[in-house]
Structure formats: structure tokens, C-alpha cells
């Protein structure tokens, strides 16, 4: 499983039960991963990383969501 944390006020991150950083702490939102991918916001604009933290859509979008 996977945790989200904060270090300061609204900057999150996220970390593995072994709490092995897999997000560095510096968005204002980190969403759990889902299907190998994570939903983060920095600056007010989302953007996408894999599930080991490598950015794969830089934040610069107003909204992002799965839909199935």
C-alpha cells in the first residue's frame, strides 16, 4: 500500500509502507495510484506520474480524471 504525506502545510508526497519515497514532497495533491499511474497538482495544474514517481505528463493541464 501506499501513503501520502506531508512535510509542510499543502506540499504532499507519497511513500510505501516501508516508507521508501516514491513521490518527493512538493505537490499540493497526490492521488492514490491507480492502474499504474498517479494524479498529482502543482501550481494549480495536474499532471501524471508513474507509479515509481517518474514524471510523465508535466503539471500544465486545468483538469485531468480517468474515466473508464
Known sequence: GYIM??????????????EN???????????????????????EKWGLLDDMGKELIKPKYDQMGFIS
Not at 504525506?5 to 516501508?18: C, H, T
Open 5 to 18: 504525506f506531508s512535510v509542510e502545510e499543502n506540499i504532499m508526497g507519497l511513500m510505501d509502507i516501508n
Open 21 to 43: 519515497i516514491i513521490v518527493e514532497p512538493k505537490y499540493e495533491i497526490v492521488c492514490q495510484p491507480y492502474k499504474g499511474v498517479i494524479l498529482v497538482k502543482e501550481k
